[in-house]
């Protein structure tokens, strides 16, 4: 049985960020779904997990974490012989692929999580109407990351140089998301950061992750 236990929904973007990396690093793992509709994440024993009460959760061994940044940065560092490389070695390549950690973690992901809320989670859930002036102001502030991006992407084949890393990844889900809402002229009128996204949602550990959706729903 595998040591490794992912507590989660594959629908939630944070889960599915860390099942693209269990399968970047081809670590076998046991997915323990919770039903969240009926609030299974705000009650133990998942609250002995993660107090926040959000998705996912994760176990290896004697380890308890969340926050799917942290899970996918320890798996990528305690399994760094397995799979693909998804950190560096080398301290100055280590902190460049940091820096777009963070740069995902704090410019990326506000605007796209607003904009997957409006045009996804509130249509699902019952939650009301897609607001015109929230996705209006959360469009700007992603067109102003993304034409960072663009630049960046000319430098570099990928965010932090030219092979794929951890901060390509965490993107993964939400861009899957936004790519089936009207905001995904944010990125087609982005040549350099169309090719990437193409590039990244491609990959054979994101095509896993939509598979185990599929029988998961
Ligand atoms: N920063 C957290 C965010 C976790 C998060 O927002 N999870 C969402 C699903 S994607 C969730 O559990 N939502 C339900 C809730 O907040 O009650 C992470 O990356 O793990």
Redesign the pocket.
């Known amino acids: 049985m595998a040591s490794i236990k992912v507590h989660?929904?594959p629908i939630?973007?944070?889960?599915a960020?860390?099942l693209a990396c269990l399968y970047e690093k081809d670590l076998e793992y046991q997915f323990v779904l919770l039903d969240?509709k009926n609030?299974e994440?705000?009650k133990e024993p998942f609250l002995s997990i993660?107090p926040?009460?959000?998705?996912?959760g994760f176990q290896d061994g004697d380890l308890t974490i969340?926050?799917?940044?942290?899970?996918t940065q320890y798996l990528a560092s305690a399994y760094a012989s397995k799979g693909n490389q998804l950190l560096s070695d080398d301290p100055k390549k280590a902190a460049i692929i940091s820096t777009w950690i963070e740069v995902e973690?704090h410019h990326y992901d506000p605007p796209g999580?607003a904009l997957s809320y409006e045009y996804l989670v509130k249509p699902l859930f019952g939650l009301g109407e897609t607001d015109p002036a929230a996705v209006a102001e959360n469009e700007a502030k992603l067109g102003k990351v993304l034409d960072i991006y663009e630049n960046q992407l000319g430098k570099s084949k990928f965010l932090a140089g030219d092979t794929f890393s951890l901060a390509d990844l965490h993107h993964i889900p939400n861009v899957h998301y936004l790519l089936a809402t009207p905001s995904k002229k944010l990125f087609e009128s982005r040549p350099r950061v169309n090719a990437w996204v193409a590039e990244i949602t491609a990959r054979p550990s994101w095509g896993k992750v939509l598979a185990l959706r599929n029988q998961k729903l």
């Open positions: 989660g929904s939630s973007t944070a889960t960020r860390v969240m609030n994440h705000k993660n926040f009460g959000q998705v996912p969340f926050e799917s940044r942290a899970i973690g999580v």
